[in-house]
């Protein structure tokens, strides 16, 4: 099923996944490719000449609060007063809407960060208000994009912005870049580029082109950063350097939980923390709304997956008041679990569903769910990843359009995992390997860890670990070379001295100094 694999094999299709090479930050493209930008710089350089009052219109999710900061601490660089806002995602819904324009009358410009593309209803109502508005996005444009001053959105077809594919704190990186040259400001854009790092990779833009050559260069300012909320971070880690995997697995979900369980205000005031006093506390509180994140987030997942019809293609399941703050986190648990596509609804008791959704593997699930856009009141999202509404009534009728829409688009199921590189033989897990795989990182969307899969496996020994035995560890044997590996998360039992598949990827450990090499296990398939 998969081909031999060597080190050779490995480098050249790991190769080919960087057409343009390796970027570096000279070759990162000008502000003025993005349409509008001049127009937009142009416009907040005369309202600082002429004190307008500029307010910041951000989002919940970690790119929009990374945006919101940015903005915020480049506003106080240059020592202009703005104000900024980030709906709350229970009392407000997303982005810059009907709710949010009452709070901020007597505002001349409106900036919005990672969101506004879909705002039209609002952007009328800033119009009414004597508002005028910058829209700054990444989203996909929906058919009707909104009235406004002007629009900086690299999906825009007459933009000619190179990469289609980054988020909105690189926008708004941007959009700093455009105006420190207008207002001939000197200010540090790598002392930014920090946070922009962190939106990258917790909102899953592919990791190449100039999405790699910013994380990069953010991850190396970071082990550098004098900013007390990276200090706090990297204290509480116990960690003395910080990597792509610590952002997307430690400093992004705390990031999140703000949003996801109270207000996303929190995060920013951490993230703009001016001591290490304040940003210990606000990283507590973080760390408060995280741990109680996960234990809700555990608690719907099990209830989704009791509603699941596995006959159906695309997992769909509703539940009553489920947390909203979660359902995009469980919906890509189920995702995972039934490796399909998945979409979670939490029932309001006005009858309204709103609903999150993840997708897996190849499938476009933005794609899919756009041609049930009728029954909707709401959508938006890409490729990977939706956020919608529907009334109760239209549940089953949206559900039926999708499984059709699955069928008829033939989406397949792929029969092989196309992240599996090849069939790697134990002798060749080594520290060559290791150094190889490195070379290519950071990994992420886009650019997966290289995953293999070894067969004709012997267990010699699977032992559960953790505080209640939920993980378990390994030792294999293949031809006589034997091999530790980890499997977290699960409540599989294995037979000592069973031939098995599995499907992994290589980590370097480091434990009390020494370094060795395990095996991150996914899969362990019995041999027939």
């Known amino acids: 099923m998969y081909a031999p694999l060597t080190l050779q094999a490995l480098e050249a299709l790991l190769h080919q996944r960087f057409e343009e090479g390796f970027l570096t930050l000279r070759d990162l ?56 806002i980030i709906p709350n995602r229970f009392r407000d819904g997303y982005g810059l809407s009907s709710n949010i324009v009452p709070r901020i009358q007597g505002t001349d410009l409106a900036i919005t960060v990672d969101n506004g593309i879909s705002a039209v209803y609002a952007a009328k109502l800033c119009k009414e208000e004597g508002i ?61 580029i920090e946070l922009v790092a962190i939106a990258i990779i917790a909102d899953m833009m592919p990791l190449q082109h100039i999405n790699r050559t910013m994380v990069l260069a953010g991850i190396q300012a970071l082990n550098q950063s004098k900013r007390p909320a990276i200090k706090a971070f990297l204290e509480h880690s116990q960690k003395e350097q910080i990597d792509a995997e610590d952002i997307g697995f430690f400093l992004a979900p705390l990031l999140n939980s703000a949003g996801r369980m109270e207000d996303a205000s929190f995060a920013v005031d951490f993230l703009a923390s001016t001591n290490i006093y304040d940003a210990r506390v606000r990283l507590e509180r973080l760390i408060a709304f995280n741990t109680l994140r996960k234990s809700t987030e555990h608690d719907i997942t099990q209830k989704a997956m009791l509603q699941v019809d596995h006959k159906d293609e695309v997992v769909i399941v509703e539940g009553k008041a489920w947390h909203e703050g979660v359902i995009g986190i469980v919906a890509a648990r189920v995702a995972r679990a039934c490796e399909k596509p998945c979409i979670i609804f939490s029932q309001s008791e006005e009858g309204m569903l709103k609903g999150s959704g993840r997708s897996f593997g190849a499938c476009d699930l933005f794609g899919l769910v756009d041609g049930a856009r009728e029954h909707l009141e709401k959508f938006g999202g890409h490729q990977a990843a939706i956020g919608l509404s529907l009334r109760k009534e239209h549940f089953e009728t949206f559900k039926s359009k999708v499984q059709h829409n699955f069928i008829e688009g033939e989406y397949l199921k792929e029969e092989t995992d196309p992240e599996i590189v090849g069939d790697l033989h134990f002798s060749l897990i080594s520290f060559e390997l290791t150094s190889l795989i490195k070379k290519y990182g950071p990994y992420g969307q886009g650019n997966s860890v290289p995953k293999f899969i070894s067969t004709n496996v012997e267990i010699l020994q699977a032992d559960t670990m953790g505080k209640e035995g939920e993980h378990l560890r390994f030792s294999f044997a293949q031809d006589g070379i034997v091999i530790q590996g980890v499997k977290f998360k699960t409540r599989e039992m294995f037979e000592t001295g069973s031939k098995v598949d599995v499907v992994y990827t290589v980590n370097e450990n480091r434990f009390r100094g020494k370094v060795s090499l395990q095996l991150m296990v996914e899969k362990v398939i ?3």
């Open 29 to 84: 493209p000008q502000p003025s490719m993005f349409k509008d930008m001049d127009k937009a710089t142009q416009r907040i350089v005369s309202a600082i000449q002429n004190q307008e009052k500029i307010t910041i219109i951000g989002d919940y999710d970690v790119d929009g609060v990374t945006s919101t900061t940015l903005m915020k601490l480049f506003f106080e660089e240059i020592e202009y007063e703005i104000e900024w």
């Open 526 to 528: 019995p041999r027939p």
């Open 132 to 192: 005028e508005l910058i829209i700054t996005d990444h989203h996909i444009l929906p058919p009707e994009v909104p009235d406004a001053y002007a629009i900086i959105n690299q999906k825009q077809e007459t933009c000619t912005f190179p990469y289609a594919d980054v988020c909105g704190a690189q926008i708004a990186w941007y959009l700093i870049a455009s105006l420190k040259n207008a207002l001939n400001v000197k200010i540090d854009m790598m002392e930014y």
